[in-house]
């Protein structure tokens, strides 16, 4: 059986990506590894043509989630990368090691943001 802990997170996600106007889910797995590990990979594409991927590997350690890796990917209808944060290991010189955020033409330091943040994010991006 989930820890409760992370089937609240799962349902909390549900709800922001539901929240989404104008957008397919063109794939949204949960796979759960064991009762306090899950993996979670999300296809978003927008009508516009923008694409948003979402992916996660989670665990429950000392009753709180901890964020094994993840990468929050947003792209135009042309497959030109807008942003992506992530914690892959490859910039040991930012601040902010390992979390960065990939732009256009630079990487920068930046906290882990929560998958409601980058959704707020696209949504910031795509209405403006």
């Given at each position: 059986?989930?820890?409760?802990?992370?089937?609240?997170?799962?349902?909390?996600?549900?709800?922001?990506?539901?929240?989404l106007r104008e957008v397919y889910v063109e794939s949204y797995?949960?796979?759960?590894?064991?009762?306090?590990?899950?993996?979670?990979?999300?296809?978003?594409?927008?009508?516009?043509?923008?694409?948003?991927?979402?992916?996660?590997?989670?665990?429950?350690?000392?009753?709180?989630?901890?964020?094994l890796s993840y990468r929050y990917h947003f792209q135009d209808?042309?497959?030109?990368?807008?942003?992506?944060?992530?914690?892959?290991?490859?910039?040991?010189?930012?601040?902010?090691?390992?979390?960065?955020?990939?732009?256009?033409?630079?990487?920068?330091?930046?906290?882990?943001?929560s998958i409601d943040e980058v959704v707020q994010e696209v949504?910031?991006?795509?209405?403006?």
């Amino acid at each position: 059986m989930l820890l409760s802990l992370l089937s609240q997170y799962l349902e909390e996600v549900e709800a922001i990506i539901n929240k989404l106007r104008e957008v397919y889910v063109e794939s949204y797995e949960e796979e759960v590894l064991a009762p306090d590990r899950i993996n979670l990979q999300i296809r978003i594409r927008f009508l516009t043509g923008y694409l948003l991927e979402l992916n996660e590997a989670v665990v429950v350690e000392s009753a709180q989630l901890k964020y094994l890796s993840y990468r929050y990917h947003f792209q135009d209808k042309q497959n030109h990368l807008i942003f992506r944060y992530d914690n892959a290991p490859h910039f040991p010189n930012l601040d902010s090691f390992p979390h960065h955020k990939h732009l256009k033409n630079k990487v920068i330091a930046t906290h882990k943001p929560s998958i409601d943040e980058v959704v707020q994010e696209v949504d910031r991006f795509i209405t403006n």
